[in-house]
């Protein structure tokens, strides 16, 4: 699974130091889960496509990428792979980004 965020009319994507902008960024996700059963650390890590991934090509964006400690609602989540990707989605919506999370 990964993160497809791309940018509005309010929040723009650069790449670092730079004033190039960018249409969209692939986000793949490192997640730890405590052992309460609620709490989530959620890390980011930023590409250009799926491609520059599969290559180990980061790309060092604008994008908060700062660890995320995070809580799902345990009565209609659990821990995991899907949590984490809900999580980082609603996280990157509220920054007012565009984000779809594919599979």
């Keep these: 699974m990964a993160l497809i ?3 509005t009319e309010d929040r723009k994507i650069y790449v670092q130091g730079t004033s ?13 889960c ?3 059963g609620t709490t989530m650390e959620i890390a980011f890590y930023t590409y250009l496509d799926a491609s520059s ?3 180990g090509s980061y790309l060092p964006t604008d994008l908060p990428t700062s660890n995320l ?4 609602d345990p009565t209609t989540q659990i821990q995991g ?3 984490a990707h809900d999580l980082a989605k609603i996280y990157y ?11």
């Design 69 to 72: 400690i995070t809580n799902i």
């Design 93 to 103: 919506e509220e920054l007012g980004y565009d984000v779809a999370i594919i599979i």
């Design 34 to 36: 405590r052992p309460n």
């Design 5 to 7: 965020i791309t940018p």
């Design 81 to 83: 792979l899907e949590a």
């Design 53 to 55: 991934y599969r290559s």
């Design 20 to 32: 190039i902008e960018l249409s969209q960024v692939y986000n793949r996700l490192e997640f730890g």
